[in-house]
C-alpha cells in the first residue's frame, strides 16, 4: 500500500471561513497535505469537506446514524456505516496517516478501545473533547447543578456523554496507556489557551501517536 | 402516482451472438442469444448506461409493463422510472436475462442446434465470470464500451463486483446491494437441498424432462419454499404469519396455517414459471463464485485492479447475505484504498429487503446515483 509522505503544515486559523467549527483550522493545521485521513463519528462530513477542500486529503468517514450518514454521502464524502463501540475491524493496522475522533470521546461507552484501535489503525491520531475542568463548569457544579452549555447542551437525563473528562483526566490517561502526546491545544470560543487550560479551556484537542 | 414515474409499456428485444462462447468451466457455446430490455436513452457519449443484474429468479423485465393490462410491473419496477432513484431521464438503463435463463435468453430449455432438441442435462454449467462475459458482448453490441454502473442485489450483486474486477476500466461505479464475496457452507446447504429436491423428483429424468413432456414441479416447488424462508427474517414472518390458522386446526397435514399457504403459493407460481434445469444451474454459479479463490482467499488482492467506486448496502435482518459479508468487500475495498461508501440499513424484511421500497434505502441509491456524472 502506496501512502502519500505526511507533510506537517501550519495553518493560519484566521484563513478559514466562521462558518466552521472552531476545532476544524487546528485539525487542519495537524493533518498532512494528501494525507489519508479517517473520521470518526464523522456527522454530515462537514470536518472531511473541509479537509478535502484545503489539503486535498483522500478522506473517509464512519457514521452510525442514518440522517448523518446520507447527508455525508450527499456532501461527495466516502462514509461507512458502523458502530465505533463494534471497534474498527474493516480498517487494516496503519492504513491511515490520521485518524480523528472529533468531540465523541465522551459519548463513547468503549473509551479505551477506540482509542487503542485509533492507535492501530492512524500513524496518529486527533482527539478533541469538551474539557470538564473548565471553569464555567466547575461553577454550575459548585451552584449545585450538572452543566449546561453551549458544548455540553444536554440535560443530565438526555446527555449522550458518558465519559466527560478534564484534560488532566486525559493527560493521566494518556500516560497510563503509554500514548505519546505530539501537540495539544486548548481553546476557548476561538482563542488558544496557554494559561491554566485545565481551567480556562473548553475544549481540548490532542494529536497523539502510540509510544 | 406510479403511473407517473413508470417507464411504461416496454418490449422485450433479442441479441443474437454467433461467435462461440468459451465458458470457464471450458465448455463452449457455439452461439447464443441474450434478451434484454432497456428504458430511457442512451446519450450521444453513450456514457450514461447503467446495467441492471438480476438475482437467482430474475430475469431481463425490470421496469414497466408489457402492456396496460399487466398486473404486475417489472421486478425492480420501484427502482427505476424517470425521477424515481434510478432515474431514466438521466441513466440507459439495461435488463438482461442471464445467459443459461429460462425467459429467452439461451439456456438449458433452448433448443441445441446440434441435436434439434432441448439442451436439458447437456445445457453447461454456468459461472458469475461467464456472465460478466457475456454482458460485455451485449455492451458492445449496444456500443457501449464504458458503463456509468453496474447495479446488483444478491447474486447480481456478485455480478457486479465481477464486472469490476474482469473489466476494470469498463466500469465506473458498481452498486452491490445484499450480496457477499462468496457463499459461505451455510448458503451453499441451501443450495444443496433445493438441486437435491430437484434432482430426486421422479419427473427430473436426469435433467431430460422435456422430452418426457414432464417439469419436476415437486422439486421445483419444495426448491422455491425453502428459499422464501431464507429470504425472510424471523421476525418479519412472525409479523406477517405468526401461528395464524385460515380455519382452525384440522388434525390434517394439509395446510392450515397461513405460512404454509404462502409457501405452497409462492412454490406452486415458481414451479409453473421457472426451468428446474436452470435453478440448479443458477445456485451452482452463485455456490462456485469466489473471486478470492484464486489468490490465497485474499480479496484485498482479488480486488487490486478494480478501479470503480462503489456502493455497498446491506440490510440488519437479511441472514442470508449478512451485513458482516457486505463489509468483507468494503474492507477488501478499503485495503486498495478505493472510493467506497457502506450503508447498513435497518429494515424487516431480511434478504428480501433490497427488493422493498424503503424510503431510506431508496434515498442512499437515489443519493448516490444523483453524483454518478454521465
Given at each position: 500500500?502506496?501512502?502519500?509522505?505526511?507533510?506537517?503544515?501550519?495553518?493560519?486559523?484566521?484563513?478559514?471561513?466562521?462558518?466552521?467549527?472552531?476545532?476544524?483550522?487546528?485539525?487542519?493545521?495537524?493533518?498532512?497535505?494528501?494525507?489519508?485521513?479517517?473520521?470518526?463519528?464523522?456527522?454530515?462530513?462537514?470536518?472531511?469537506?473541509?479537509?478535502?477542500?484545503?489539503?486535498?486529503?483522500?478522506?473517509?468517514?464512519?457514521?452510525?446514524?442514518?440522517?448523518?450518514?446520507?447527508?455525508?454521502?450527499?456532501?461527495?464524502?466516502?462514509?461507512?456505516?458502523?458502530?465505533?463501540?463494534?471497534?474498527?475491524?474493516?480498517?487494516?493496522?496503519?492504513?491511515?496517516?490520521?485518524?480523528?475522533?472529533?468531540?465523541?470521546?465522551?459519548?463513547?461507552?468503549?473509551?479505551?478501545?477506540?482509542?487503542?484501535?485509533?492507535?492501530?489503525?492512524?500513524?496518529?491520531?486527533?482527539?478533541?473533547?469538551?474539557?470538564?475542568?473548565?471553569?464555567?463548569?466547575?461553577?454550575?457544579?459548585?451552584?449545585?447543578?450538572?452543566?449546561?452549555?453551549?458544548?455540553?447542551?444536554?440535560?443530565?437525563?438526555?446527555?449522550?456523554?458518558?465519559?466527560?473528562?478534564?484534560?488532566?483526566?486525559?493527560?493521566?490517561?494518556?500516560?497510563?496507556?503509554?500514548?505519546?502526546?505530539?501537540?495539544?491545544?486548548?481553546?476557548?470560543?476561538?482563542?488558544?489557551?496557554?494559561?491554566?487550560?485545565?481551567?480556562?479551556?473548553?475544549?481540548?484537542?490532542?494529536?497523539?501517536?502510540?509510544? | 402516482?406510479?403511473?407517473?414515474?413508470?417507464?411504461?409499456?416496454?418490449a422485450a428485444q433479442t441479441a443474437h451472438f454467433n461467435s462461440p462462447l468459451t465458458l470457464k468451466s471450458g465448455a463452449v457455446l457455439p452461439q447464443f442469444d441474450l434478451v434484454y430490455e432497456?428504458?430511457?436513452?442512451?446519450?450521444?457519449?453513450?456514457?450514461?448506461?447503467?446495467?441492471?443484474?438480476h438475482?437467482l429468479s430474475g430475469t431481463h423485465h425490470?421496469?414497466?409493463?408489457?402492456?396496460?393490462?399487466?398486473?404486475?410491473?417489472?421486478?425492480?419496477?420501484?427502482?427505476?422510472?424517470?425521477?424515481?432513484?434510478?432515474?431514466?431521464?438521466?441513466?440507459?438503463?439495461?435488463g438482461v436475462n442471464n445467459l443459461g435463463g429460462c425467459h429467452g435468453s439461451t439456456g438449458a430449455t433452448s433448443i441445441n442446434s446440434a441435436t434439434g432438441n432441448p439442451w436439458g442435462s447437456q445445457f453447461p454449467v454456468l459461472t458469475?465470470?461467464d456472465w460478466?462475459t457475456s454482458q460485455?458482448l451485449l455492451?458492445?453490441y449496444?456500443?457501449?464500451?464504458?458503463?456509468?454502473?453496474?447495479?446488483?442485489?444478491?447474486?447480481?450483486?456478485?455480478?457486479?463486483?465481477?464486472?469490476?474486477?474482469?473489466?476494470?476500466?469498463?466500469?465506473?461505479?458498481?452498486?452491490?446491494?445484499?450480496?457477499?464475496?462468496?457463499?459461505?457452507?451455510?448458503?451453499?446447504?441451501?443450495?444443496?437441498?433445493?438441486?437435491?429436491?430437484i434432482?430426486?423428483?421422479?419427473?427430473f429424468h436426469s435433467g431430460d424432462y422435456y422430452a418426457h413432456g414432464v417439469v419436476p414441479?415437486?422439486?421445483l416447488?419444495?426448491?422455491?419454499?425453502?428459499?422464501?424462508?431464507?429470504?425472510?427474517?424471523?421476525?418479519?414472518?412472525?409479523?406477517?404469519?405468526?401461528?395464524?390458522?385460515?380455519?382452525?386446526?384440522?388434525?390434517?397435514?394439509?395446510?392450515?396455517?397461513?405460512?404454509?399457504?404462502?409457501?405452497?403459493?409462492?412454490?406452486?407460481?415458481f414451479a409453473g414459471e421457472f426451468d428446474a434445469n436452470t435453478y440448479l444451474r443458477m445456485t451452482r454459479a452463485?455456490?462456485?463464485?469466489?473471486?478470492?479463490?484464486?489468490?490465497?482467499?485474499?480479496?484485498?488482492?482479488?480486488?487490486?485492479?478494480?478501479?470503480?467506486?462503489?456502493?455497498?448496502?446491506?440490510?440488519?435482518?437479511?441472514?442470508?447475505?449478512?451485513?458482516?459479508?457486505?463489509?468483507?468487500?468494503?474492507?477488501?475495498?478499503?485495503?486498495?484504498?478505493?472510493?467506497?461508501?457502506?450503508?447498513?440499513?435497518?429494515?424487516?424484511?431480511?434478504?428480501?429487503?433490497?427488493?422493498?421500497?424503503?424510503?431510506?434505502?431508496?434515498?442512499?441509491?437515489?443519493?448516490?446515483?444523483?453524483?454518478?456524472?454521465?
Open positions: 500500500m502506496t501512502m502519500k509522505k505526511t507533510v506537517q503544515n501550519n495553518v493560519n486559523i484566521t484563513n478559514f471561513p466562521q462558518k466552521f467549527r472552531q476545532d476544524f483550522a487546528i485539525i487542519a493545521g495537524w493533518v498532512g497535505l494528501g494525507s489519508k485521513v479517517l473520521d470518526l463519528g464523522c456527522g454530515d462530513g462537514e470536518l472531511l469537506q473541509f479537509l478535502r477542500s484545503c489539503l486535498e486529503v483522500k478522506g473517509y468517514g464512519v457514521e452510525k446514524d442514518d440522517a448523518n450518514w446520507l447527508a455525508c454521502m450527499q456532501n461527495g464524502s466516502n462514509v461507512i456505516q458502523m458502530d465505533l463501540e463494534d471497534g474498527l475491524s474493516v480498517f487494516e493496522d496503519r492504513s491511515f496517516d490520521t485518524v480523528i475522533l472529533s468531540q465523541t470521546l465522551q459519548a463513547m461507552h468503549n473509551t479505551e478501545e477506540i482509542v487503542q484501535e485509533m492507535l492501530r489503525v492512524g500513524r496518529e491520531i486527533i482527539v478533541t473533547f469538551p474539557n470538564f475542568g473548565y471553569w464555567r463548569n466547575r461553577l454550575q457544579i459548585t451552584g449545585g447543578r450538572m452543566p449546561v452549555s453551549k458544548i455540553l447542551p444536554y440535560q443530565w437525563y438526555d446527555t449522550p456523554n458518558v465519559h466527560l473528562c478534564t484534560i488532566n483526566d486525559f493527560d493521566e490517561f494518556c500516560k497510563n496507556h503509554k500514548i505519546t502526546i505530539l501537540e495539544r491545544c486548548v481553546i476557548t470560543d476561538t482563542k488558544a489557551v496557554s494559561f491554566m487550560p485545565n481551567l480556562l479551556g473548553n475544549l481540548a484537542m490532542y494529536r497523539l501517536k502510540a509510544q | 402516482m406510479q403511473e407517473n414515474n413508470s417507464v411504461g409499456i416496454v432497456t428504458y430511457g436513452t442512451l446519450n450521444a457519449d453513450k456514457s450514461n448506461a447503467v446495467l441492471i443484474c438475482a425490470v421496469a414497466g409493463k408489457y402492456s396496460g393490462d399487466d398486473k404486475y410491473p417489472g421486478w425492480w419496477d420501484n427502482l427505476i422510472g424517470p425521477n424515481k432513484p434510478l432515474d431514466t431521464n438521466k441513466f440507459f438503463v439495461i458469475v465470470e460478466v460485455t455492451a458492445d449496444l456500443g457501449i464500451q464504458q458503463l456509468a454502473a453496474v447495479v446488483g442485489g444478491s447474486l447480481g450483486g456478485m455480478q457486479a463486483l465481477q464486472w469490476t474486477i474482469a473489466y476494470p476500466a469498463r466500469v465506473r461505479h458498481a452498486l452491490v446491494i445484499a450480496s457477499a464475496p462468496n457463499l459461505t457452507a451455510q448458503n451453499m446447504a441451501f443450495n444443496e437441498v433445493a438441486r437435491q429436491a434432482i430426486t423428483d421422479p419427473e414441479r415437486r422439486g416447488r419444495i426448491a422455491r419454499m425453502l428459499g422464501h424462508i431464507t429470504y425472510l427474517s424471523d421476525d418479519v414472518m412472525d409479523e406477517k404469519f405468526g401461528r395464524k390458522l385460515k380455519q382452525g386446526i384440522q388434525y390434517s397435514f394439509d395446510a392450515e396455517f397461513e405460512m404454509e399457504f404462502y409457501l405452497r403459493y409462492q412454490g406452486d407460481k452463485l455456490d462456485y463464485y469466489d473471486p478470492a479463490l484464486a489468490f490465497d482467499e485474499d480479496l484485498s488482492l482479488a480486488l487490486r485492479k478494480v478501479e470503480a467506486q462503489f456502493l455497498v448496502v446491506s440490510f440488519t435482518s437479511d441472514w442470508r447475505f449478512s451485513p458482516a459479508r457486505s463489509r468483507e468487500i468494503v474492507k477488501a475495498l478499503l485495503d486498495n484504498e478505493l472510493t467506497v461508501s457502506y450503508a447498513e440499513v435497518t429494515a424487516a424484511h431480511g434478504h428480501d429487503a433490497f427488493l422493498m421500497p424503503d424510503a431510506h434505502y431508496h434515498n442512499i441509491l437515489r443519493s448516490y446515483l444523483s453524483n454518478v456524472q454521465v
